[in-house]
């Protein structure tokens, strides 16, 4: 059976595989986003600073297409995305890939 932290994060995933960058009504107003690796790692807090984030992935990246590879419930409130992302980029035109570990921390739905 499936929790509803599950169907929760793999209903943002769907979003996310249909292109659909821009809903985050899922979040909390006042999330952390937290970028651990990567050419631009920070910390990011509220919807502003998640989209904050994202943004410098648009910048620099054409066709972004990001899905989900593996879903794992870690714990009552923790749900971890096994995903890989790809993307051109704007200024190169070259084609990359990479693989991401996304832990979502549900709390009160």
Do not use: C
Not at 23 to 31: F, G, K
Not at 65 to 72: G, K, P, Q
């Amino acid at each position: 059976m499936m929790s509803s932290n599950l169907d929760l994060v793999r209903s943002i995933y769907a979003a996310l595989e249909r292109g659909d960058y821009r809903t985050a009504e899922w979040a909390h107003p006042r999330i952390e986003y937290v970028v651990a690796d990567g050419p631009e790692p920070g910390s990011f807090t509220g919807r502003e600073g998640m989209a904050q984030a994202m943004r410098s992935i648009f910048n620099a990246l054409a066709d972004v297409r990001t899905a989900a590879e593996e879903y794992r419930e870690l714990h009552a409130v923790r749900v971890l995305v096994l995903a890989r992302g790809t993307g051109r980029g704007k200024t190169s035109g070259v084609r990359g890939e990479h693989r991401t570990a996304e832990v979502f921390e549900i709390h009160d739905g």
